[in-house]
């Protein structure tokens, strides 16, 4: 059955706006580096989780398993590929 108002993805923008006031809070509040980096880490990655999840509708087909795979697989191998890279170039190792 298909619902008359879109409340999902109000809410989902809703919070997008959310997660976008908390980033401009590092620019415009006096934070150490340390904090701000990883407030803005933390909401880049769930601001990520919710396009994905609630905008481009990856749970609601029935091949969301193989959806939700592709997505981890492709953030290991995001990481793998930064912290590689962070380990030749910067750490020197």
């Known amino acids: 059955m298909k ?7 109000v809410m989902g923008f809703a919070f997008s ?16 580096y340390t904090v701000g980096m990883t407030v803005l880490l933390v909401t880049a990655f ?6 994905v999840v609630v905008f ?3 749970g609601e087909t029935k091949d969301k398993g193989s959806i939700y795979l592709n ?10 590929t930064i912290f590689g890279t962070l380990l030749v170039l910067v750490w020197d190792m």
């Open 3 to 9: 619902e008359l108002f879109p409340i999902k993805q």
């Open 17 to 32: 706006l959310v997660l976008t006031v908390v980033a401009l809070l590092v620019y415009f509040t006096d934070m150490s």
């Open 46 to 51: 769930v601001q990520a989780g919710l396009q």
């Open 56 to 58: 481009m509708h990856a």
């Open 71 to 80: 997505i981890y697989y492709a953030l290991l191998i995001a990481l793998v």
